[in-house]
């Protein structure tokens, strides 16, 4: 009996970042005091608010992007985001030379559009409660030349999330606990596949919003599953279903899933601006928010977080945690 090889690799992250070097920033890893009591172990911050774009999403963007023919990056390229892979492919195309065309929410951050737009891509709009919006993506990418992009669904894509894990277990050596934020999975998939291939013993436990919990549900049923597109704040990890690929990866590696309430993230994020004097943006903040709140069993004595990112205006934050005065 024939298995099938799983879509990326250890090597393929190590290549990724090899690839990465000297165009994406090595993101600091920050410890704080007060977290570790809190929380009662040694949590250490892999801190991705710091990445160009402001989010992990630029590895996986450039990384893909980068290794492109000269043919597909003279038509141009094409994505779907709500907001961070749209940046990141946007800067990855300006990056290379190429154009880059976005189907974005009508809804989607002000902030993450205006950056958008800012790195020199064309925005088509959607209703996310109702369009279909790889449908129209991939309409328009046939229509106009363009090589699709996608946010998570592209091995390129998942190695190139996975060097934020693999740069993190480099700088803080062995981990027993891994978090980080699930949307459609490649940020834990790549970051998964470097945990588990370098930390046998390791833990692996995504995060989701309660009210966005499709990959819990789908890896309790061992089976992608969907669920009507969420109303949360995270609208980083507002989908409905998760990846066909990324689900592949996660159903073996992901240990479990941990959910967290809106009210949980505001938390964790004002937490993260007032003692740790860093800016999350709600989908960032989920990880974090599950070990302020207990959400994660037990906690083992050393746990990696991933902070995957920090793009959220100054009306937006004050907004959505009550005001810092």
């Given amino acids: 009996m024939t298995t099938t090889p799983p879509p990326i690799t250890l090597d393929d992250v190590r290549d990724a970042a090899a690839r990465l070097k000297g165009v994406a920033h090595r993101t600091p890893v920050l410890r704080s005091r007060t977290l570790d009591a809190l929380v009662g172990a040694e ?41 961070n892979h749209a940046q990141a492919v946007a800067l990855a195309a300006r990056e290379l030379g190429t154009t880059a065309v976005i189907v974005m929410p009508e809804d989607a951050p002000r902030s993450k559009r205006a950056a958008t737009e800012g790195y020199g ?19 328009l990418a046939a229509e106009r030349g363009l090589t699709l992009i996608p946010p998570y669904e592209h091995p390129h894509v998942m190695a190139g999330q996975g060097t934020a894990a693999l ?22 998939a790549g970051s998964a596949t470097v945990a588990k291939g370098l930390c ?14 499709d990959t819990r549900r789908s890896l309790e049923a061992g089976r992608r599953v969907e669920i009507p597109v969420p109303h949360t704040i995270a609208d980083g990890q507002a989908l409905h279903t998760p ?11 992901v240990d ?18 007032e003692r740790l004097k860093i800016v999350v943006e709600p989908s960032g903040a ?25 793009n959220i205006d100054t009306g937006r934050f004050a907004e959505l945690c009550g005001g810092l005065g």
Avoid at 171 to 184: Q, R, Y
Avoid at 260 to 268: G, K, L, P, Q
Wanted: glycine letters at 14%; charged letters at 25%; a negative charge.
């Fill in 167 to 188: 740069e993190l277990i480099e700088e803080a050596g062995e981990l027993d606990l891994l978090l980080a934020p699930v949307g459609g999975g490649g940020l834990i």
């Fill in 121 to 139: 891509a064309e925005i088509v709009t959607y209703d996310r409660y109702t369009g279909d919006r790889v449908a129209i993506a991939e309409a």
């Fill in 43 to 83: 949590v250490l911050l892999k801190c991705e608010n710091f990445q160009r774009v402001g989010a992990f999403k630029f590895r996986g963007a450039y990384n893909a992007a980068s290794r492109l023919t000269p043919g597909q990056l003279a038509r141009g390229i094409a994505t779907y985001s709500s907001g």
């Fill in 256 to 273: 479990g899933i941990a959910l967290v309430s809106d009210d949980e993230i505001r938390a964790a994020m004002r937490f993260a601006f």
């Fill in 243 to 253: 990846g066909e690929l990324t689900f592949s990866v996660n159903r073996r590696l």
């Fill in 200 to 213: 046998p013993d390791i833990r692996v436990t995504g995060v989701e919003p309660e009210a966005g919990d």
């Fill in 286 to 310: 989920t990880p974090l928010a599950a070990l302020l709140a207990g959400r994660v069993g037990p906690p083992p004595r050393r746990i990696g977080v991933i902070v995957s990112g920090g």
